[in-house]
């Protein structure tokens, strides 16, 4: 049976680093959300107290009778199921580790245009995102950026983020860079070319003939400025 990917139906947001895993695996899955009625099975769900995982936000995902829930959580699932992940223990805990601190990197960029609540309009919340994304695109990305490229510096790095071959890790960190480029093409054009071997990952990763048949296709959703990454120009340094 398919599995069922539960997600807002059009926006991108957390649930596309899924989708790319789906997707890079070619996994058949049924995103319900974006089925005719799909939202109101998905805000069902949500409100099941009886499920025995339930989950917090989407998204989540329905395999084989398991409920997953957290982004990084269904991407380790997904992972070891279908060869998108490292074979050994350590490796997995490695992948895990990276996956977690795109997760911290994911809610920083979030909160660049809702540094104060998600439940306020982006325009209630203005001066306080043009002060957060300031220091944002000064500090915490070339933080994050640095780090990943100081993991592709390593000695006998094979290009990829964990061991010889492409893992989730890698299409989350496309992600990222893919959604940074969008939301902040100024900044992005600036910061990148400091990082050539993230720069290269995100090269490599488009490349890949499944995912480039998938950013190509209807089912990729495009970005816009609903979801995590929104490009507002007044918040792009120059
Ligand atoms: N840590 C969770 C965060 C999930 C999350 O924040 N989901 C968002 C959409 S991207 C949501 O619907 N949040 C509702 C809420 O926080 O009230 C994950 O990585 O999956």
Redesign the pocket.
């Known amino acids: 049976m398919a599995y069922e990917l539960y ?2 139906p059009s ?1 991108q ?3 596309e680093f899924v989708r790319l895993a789906l997707e890079a695996a070619d996994v058949p899955y049924i995103d319900v959300a974006r089925q005719p009625k799909g939202i109101n099975i998905m805000l069902r769900l949500m409100e099941d107290g009886s499920m025995l995982a339930p989950p ?4 989540f995902l329905h395999a084989d009778g398991l409920w997953i ?6 991407l380790m699932f997904l992972g070891a199921r279908h060869g998108l992940a490292p074979s050994g223990e350590a490796g997995k805990l490695w992948a895990n580790q990276l996956q977690l601190t795109m ?1 911290d990197f ?2 920083e960029i ?1 909160d660049t245009h809702h540094p104060i609540s ?1 439940n306020l309009y982006y325009e209630e919340q203005m001066p306080e995102a043009k002060r957060r994304t300031k220091v944002f695109l000064e500090e915490r990305a070339p933080k994050f950026l640095g780090y990943f490229e100081r993991i592709f510096s390593r000695k006998g790095s094979s290009g990829w983020l964990a061991g010889a071959a492409m893992t989730y890790p890698d299409l989350s960190l496309f992600q990222i860079v893919s959604g940074l480029t969008y939301a902040f093409p100024n900044a992005m054009g600036r910061l990148l070319p400091a990082y050539p071997s993230v720069k290269q990952l995100h090269r490599q990763v488009e490349e890949i003939p499944r995912v480039a048949a998938y950013l190509s296709s209807p089912r990729r959703v495009p970005f816009c400025e609903e979801g ?1 990454f929104r490009h507002y120009p007044e918040l792009d340094l120059t």
Not at 69 to 74: E, K, M, R, S
């Open positions: 997600y807002w926006i947001g957390r649930g917090f936000a989407p998204p829930a957290q982004t990084a959580n269904i997760a994911v809610t979030h998600s995590i």
